[in-house]
């Protein structure tokens, strides 16, 4: 039983990520990559890239992608899937780029239910600027613009969207929430990422994954304390699963 | 036979005919006909229209869409086009080519729908952040619009760079006899994302800024020497030479036909490009010239900074004076200009420059 | 080159009178420029085109300048754009539309019954297709049978031949209407 296998890294990886140590999103572009390979995609795949973390992806890979005015992948989704309707088009944003500046065009794919793939990271802050407020802060928590702690009577609650486009949007394809805190949690999730991508080549209408990932860094925790984070903390909040399947029947 | 059409539904029409198969925008006046038509037309040619929610997002569609290798259009007017511009700089940032149709009406802020020529100075600096700007077109009829269509993917795609079509209220909505061209076919631009990754210059993900920034300096050069644009009548003898675009343009046009009738020697030149400005227009005028007089649908006169540039420059023994004629609200009277021509000659005008 | 300002409150057709006069100029060869005011100008309040046509030379400039003949369908209209028509032009009014008496005395005024005489054909919303035979008739440029068959090719493009009958009836009366004036009942 003393077989290793070899890491395999996904073809269309050709660069080490400049992710910080113990962030997520490697985690999921890596689970991202597999999906694609396994529904053999890997020559059909444009990627809008959003700004913020999230566009360190664009750095690593090797395939169509065009890194996006911030805020505005949603839009740019929206073009490029119009006119190629038979390639799969998956924007990468995060929480900022998604829910913040975003949040007309992430809304408005959704509500077209434009035959896309929205992956959105959810780290709860602006990691790239440094950690600062974005709409998914949990109430309380500190960051570099609440330094005393998020007031949601002033700035509002932390954003469910997956949870808004599954109760909203009967036309939509496919919503749910992952996350990357263990192996099991990890599958789970490259499940829901096939599904998407799976509804999106079956032309079934607009899917979105928003994955709780950690942000080691701007919490100012350890990489281990940050997954304890997301399990005591936000999945309470944010619960992980499936809130509109695949072929549900439409109303 | 020629059919009297809609500016906006002629230039729409035209659009498509010269190869334009996406469309996003959101409305305004005065140039939502265009979209309106489009609505409509875009599925009877295969093509694809999108209603977007803002015009952050239909220039960002429009990236999209270039970006996949279709031509792309957008139309606005005043604010919608301050909208746009981030995504004009990026458009222009990545190398990918768009028309956006601007038709231009006055005032600040939310302005006004009356027509004018206020946005000279944001089409032509390149409105947004960075080190660009956008080959501008200027059309003065119905029928020069839907001409410069073709052309205005050709040079965007020349280039890989944004063309900006710069109407006028009035272009949009009146109506002239047009006579349309007909249909080109086109084919997706060799750099498309296509999915499989055969184009690998791609975004700023494989670029070398610094190089990239010779090769932006060796570009606009080349846009400057190869693609000015311009009508000019009379130049070569004038005492006095008008600079006048659009709609200001061909009034103008009547105004020196008319006073050379009279016995004045004067010129016009018409810019066809508002950049590159057509300094090689300049270079012809007569040495001996009085003063060269811009004709503008706006109050502070902005064309005129580029005519004071250009006379300065191919006139550098002389200090030539540059006047400018600013009216707002409507396209003046050929009578107007004519009277305020005699005022200047009179000395009762005081130059800009 | 001819110039007409044709003005009235948003309803009465004016802009349509103002496409008719363009097409026949069209169908007849001439440049032909037609602008209308659009946007919140149109909301609520007047309507105005300008149409311009010649035979010899382009249409240097298709905004407003002096307008040889001016419609007004009401009287916020006939304010609004008597000051600018060329002296010497003509100014038809209609129906509900009252000279002052202050009024400028270098243009000839013309009065038209147009929506009494839309209704004694049986057609009440024709009154701007009276007009438009009035038009006609006063500029003289056009034969009424040639202005007749450019207005019912024109509405035939819109897929509104039905009505071609009576518009033309209404056309027709309107020209009359002009033709049969004598100076001492049209002139003021």
């Known amino acids: 039983m003393a077989a290793t296998r070899e890491r395999k890294v996904p073809a269309l990886v050709d660069k080490p990520m400049d992710f910080c140590p113990g962030c997520g999103h490697g985690i999921v572009s890596r689970l991202i990559m597999e999906a694609l390979e396994e529904l053999d995609q890997l020559d059909n795949i444009i990627f809008p890239i959003g700004v913020g973390c999230s566009s360190n992806l664009g750095a690593g890979l090797e395939c169509d992608r065009l890194h996006c005015c911030h ?20 924007s990468y944003q995060g929480d900022g780029d998604a829910y913040n500046i975003g949040i007309a065009e992430t809304f408005n794919a959704a509500y077209r239910n434009e035959n896309i793939t929205v992956i959105v990271i959810n780290n709860t802050n602006f990691g790239m600027t440094g950690g600062q407020m974005s709409l998914t802060t949990m109430e309380g928590q500190k960051t570099s613009t609440s330094i005393y702690g998020r007031d949601c009577s002033v700035t509002g609650y932390p954003i469910r969207f997956p949870e808004i486009v599954a109760r909203e949007f009967p036309g939509a394809a496919y919503a749910a929430r992952g996350t990357v805190t263990n192996p099991a949690n990890i599958n789970k999730l490259k499940g829901y990422i096939k599904n998407a991508l799976q509804a999106q080549l079956n032309h079934e209408g607009y899917s979105i994954v928003e994955v709780l990932s950690p942000c080691p860094i701007n919490w100012g925790l350890t990489p281990v304390k940050a997954m304890e984070r997301i399990e005591k903390e936000l999945i309470p909040y944010y619960p992980i699963g499936e809130f509109k399947k695949r072929g549900e029947e439409q109303k | 036979m020629a059919e009297m059409m809609k500016g906006n539904e002629a230039i729409a029409e035209a659009a498509v005919r010269a190869g334009a198969r996406f469309y996003a925008g959101y409305p305004i006046t005065p140039s939502s006909e265009i979209m ?23 220039i960002n569609m429009v990236i999209g869409a270039s970006a996949c290798g279709v031509r792309a259009l957008t139309a606005s007017s005043g604010p919608g086009i301050s909208l746009k511009q981030e995504g004009i700089s990026t458009l222009c940032d990545e190398g990918l080519p768009a028309v956006v149709i601007t038709q231009v009406r006055y005032g600040n802020g939310l302005g006004t729908l009356f027509t004018a020529q206020c946005d000279y100075n944001r089409e032509t600096r390149g409105g947004g952040q960075g080190d660009y700007r956008c080959i501008v077109l200027c059309p003065s009829s119905v029928q020069e619009f839907v001409d410069l269509m073709l052309p205005a993917y050709e040079l965007s795609e020349k ?41 690998k210059k791609i975004g700023i993900f494989e670029r ?6 010779v090769e932006l300096r060796e570009k606009y050069a080349a846009i400057k020497e190869n693609e000015q644009r311009w009508f000019d009548e009379g130049v070569e003898d004038a005492d006095y030479v008008f600079v006048a675009y659009g709609v200001p343009g061909r009034a103008t046009l009547g105004a020196i036909r008319e006073l050379r009738a009279e016995g004045e020697k004067v010129g016009l030149i018409r810019p066809i490009t508002a950049w590159p400005f057509p300094e090689k227009a300049f270079a012809k005028i007569n040495p001996a010239c009085k003063g060269v007089i811009t004709v503008e649908e706006n109050a502070t006169g902005q064309l005129v900074d580029d005519a004071a540039l250009y006379i300065k420059k191919t006139h550098k023994d002389r200090n030539i004076p540059a006047y400018a004629l600013t009216y707002v609200y409507n396209t003046p009277p050929i009578r107007s200009i004519k009277a305020d021509y005699h005022r200047i000659k009179n000395g009762e005008v005081k130059e800009v420059y | 080159m001819r110039e007409i300002v044709f003005a ?63 419609l007004a369908m009401n009287e916020p209209s006939l304010h609004m754009f008597l000051p600018i028509v060329a002296p010497g032009g003509t100014v038809l009014v209609g129906d509900t539309v009252t000279i002052p008496d202050d009024a400028r005395q270098d243009v000839t005024y013309v009065h038209v019954n147009c929506t009494e005489i839309a ?13 438009t035979g009035a038009v006609v008739k006063l500029m003289g440029d056009f034969t009424k049978e040639a202005a007749i068959a450019a207005m019912n090719h024109m509405f035939e493009k819109k897929g509104k031949s039905k009505f071609n009958e009576s518009n033309a009836k209404a056309f027709d009366a309107g020209y009359n209407a002009v033709e049969c004036l004598t100076n001492a009942s049209c002139v003021r």
């Open chain 2, 159 to 199: 280039y890989r760079i944004v063309v900006v079509m710069m109407g006028e209220g009035t272009l949009g909505q009146m109506m002239e006899p047009v006579t349309l061209p007909d249909f080109v076919e086109t084919k997706r631009t060799p750099w498309a994302l296509t999915g499989k990754y055969d184009y």
């Open chain 2, 36 to 58: 309106e038509y489009l609505s409509w037309r875009m599925a009877e040619v295969g093509g694809s229209f999108v209603q977007a929610e803002s015009e952050l997002a239909g």
């Open chain 1, 71 to 90: 805020g505005r992948a949603g839009a740019v989704a929206t073009g490029m899937k119009r006119v190629s309707p038979d390639t799969l088009v998956v």
């Open chain 3, 8 to 70: 009235g409150s948003g309803g009465q057709g004016v802009l349509t009178v103002g496409l008719i006069i363009s097409d026949i100029a069209a169908t007849e060869g001439l440049n032909v420029t037609w602008v209308p005011s659009y946007g919140s100008a149109m909301r609520g309040g007047t309507a105005n085109c300008t149409v311009k046509y010649c035979a010899e030379n382009y249409i240097y400039n298709p905004s407003q300048e002096q307008p040889d003949l001016l």
């Open chain 2, 208 to 213: 070398d800024s610094r190089k990239e920034a």
């Open chain 3, 119 to 131: 209704t004694s054909l049986g057609n009440p919303k024709g009154a701007n297709v009276v007009m």
